[in-house]
């Protein structure tokens, strides 16, 4: 795995992030127009609404705005320090998802 080096402090701002199991059913939002295929959803089950990228969703039923989730995914979010180093787990959309103790996206 590729290492990366923090550019700058980041303390995260949801500590309550949504976490959607593959096959599970969401309401699809709108597209973040400054960051492509981040798509705003909501949890039917949790109620919790966050941003999730698109290529895990199934095409939004065009009635309901209902998709399936098509694999795990976590919205957690790290606090990192400018300077420190971590190992990428997935790019997507041009965030990276690293590891360091525990697997979460650090904001961009």
């Known amino acids: 795995m590729q290492r990366y080096q923090v550019i700058k402090d980041y303390q ?3 500590p309550d992030p ?3 199991k593959k ?3 969401i309401f699809y939002g709108k597209e973040d127009t400054q960051y492509p295929n981040w798509i705003f959803c909501k ?3 949790s109620k919790k609404e ?3 990228p698109k290529q895990i969703l ?3 039923n065009a009635v309901s705005s209902k998709a399936i989730v098509l694999q795990d995914y976590s919205a957690h ?3 990192v320090n400018r300077g420190s180093t971590s190992e990428a787990v997935t790019i997507r959309n041009k965030k990276c ?3 360091r103790g525990s697997t979460a996206w650090p904001s961009s």
């Open 12 to 14: 995260t701002c949801y």
């Open 18 to 20: 949504i976490i959607l």
């Open 23 to 25: 096959g599970e059913e």
């Open 43 to 45: 949890s039917i089950i």
């Open 50 to 52: 966050e941003w999730v």
């Open 58 to 60: 199934s095409s939004p």
């Open 77 to 79: 979010e790290l606090t």
């Open 97 to 99: 998802q690293i590891k």
